[in-house]
T-cell receptor, first 115, second 113 residues
Framework: AQSVTQLDSHVSVSEGTPVLLRCNYSSSYSPSLFWYVQHPNKGLQLLLKYTSAATLVKGINGFEAEFKKSETSFHLTKPSAHMSDAAEYFCVVPPSGAGSYQLTFGKGTKLSVIP | ETGVTQSPTHLIKTRGQQVTLRCSSQSGHNTVSWYQQALGQGPQFIFQYYREEENGRGNFPPRFSGLQFPNYSSELNVNALELDDSALYLC????????????FGPGTRLLVL
C-alpha cells in the first residue's frame, strides 16, 4: 500500500522567506500525490496534484512541488512566505485502482509564519 | 468556499450517547466520503457513499454508520460514543470517480465527555 511520511510536524519561517515542507512517499511504482492545506476552522483545500504528467507541479497561492523518484520525495515549496500561509499542510495519496476510495493523509506539518 | 456544508459545527456529548452529523454535498456531486481527524493527526477515512450505497469503508467499527439520501446529502451516525471519538469529522464530496478531487466541508467538532 502507498503511504507518505511528512518529515516535520512543525515548520516556522519569517514572512518573505522561502518555505519548504517535506514529504517522502513509499510505493513500488510511481504514485499520484497531492498536497492539501487546512486553515483554522476551515475545510481542507487542494493545493496541487501530481499525476505523472510533469514532475514540477504548480499549485494555488504560489506553491509548487517537485516529484523526485530517485529520492521518493514530493516536497512543497514557496519562494516567499506570506502571513496567510500559516496553516496545516498534508501530503496525501489519492485513491488508485479498483476498490480504492479514500485519500490517505500524512500526519501533517503545521506552518507558522513570523512577521 | 467549496459548497460543502456540515452541521452542527460543534457538539458535546457524553460517553455512551449517540450522535448524528450531517453533510450537504456540492451541487453536481454524487459521492460523499467521511473522515475522522483526531487532534494533531491527519484525517482517517471512515467510509464513502456513492448513489446511496456504501462504496468503501476504512478501519472503523460498525457503531460508525451512515446514510446517503436521494439528493446526495449524507449523515454519519456514531453509537455508544467513546472518549476517543472526540475529533473533527470531515465530509468531502466528489463526482464519483476515484481520481476526482474531493471537496471538503469545514467539519463538525465533536467532544465526548
Amino acid at each position: 500500500a502507498q503511504s507518505v511520511t511528512q518529515l516535520d510536524s512543525h515548520v516556522s519561517v519569517s514572512e518573505g522567506t522561502p518555505v519548504l515542507l517535506r514529504c517522502n512517499y513509499s510505493s513500488s511504482y510511481s504514485p499520484s500525490l497531492f498536497w492539501y492545506v487546512q486553515h483554522p476552522n476551515k475545510g481542507l483545500q487542494l493545493l496541487l496534484k501530481y499525476t505523472s504528467a510533469a514532475t514540477l507541479v504548480k499549485g494555488i497561492n504560489g506553491f509548487e512541488a517537485e516529484f523526485k523518484k530517485s529520492e521518493t520525495s514530493f516536497h512543497l515549496t514557496k519562494p516567499s512566505a506570506h502571513m496567510s500561509d500559516a496553516a496545516e499542510y498534508f501530503c496525501v495519496v489519492p485513491p488508485s485502482g479498483a476498490g480504492s476510495y479514500q485519500l490517505t493523509f500524512g500526519k501533517g506539518t503545521k506552518l507558522s509564519v513570523i512577521p | 468556499e467549496t459548497g460543502v456544508t456540515q452541521s452542527p459545527t460543534h457538539l458535546i456529548k457524553t460517553r455512551g450517547q449517540q450522535v448524528t452529523l450531517r453533510c450537504s454535498s456540492q451541487s453536481g456531486h454524487n459521492t460523499v466520503s467521511w473522515y475522522q481527524q483526531a487532534l494533531g493527526q491527519g484525517p482517517q477515512f471512515i467510509f464513502q457513499y456513492y448513489r446511496e450505497e456504501e462504496n468503501g469503508r476504512g478501519n472503523f467499527p460498525p457503531r460508525f454508520s451512515g446514510l446517503q439520501f436521494p439528493n446526495y446529502s449524507s449523515e454519519l451516525n456514531v453509537n455508544a460514543l467513546e472518549l476517543d471519538d472526540s475529533a473533527l469529522y470531515l465530509c468531502a464530496s466528489s463526482s464519483g470517480h476515484s481520481e476526482e478531487t474531493q471537496y471538503f466541508g469545514p467539519g463538525t467538532r465533536l467532544l465526548v465527555l
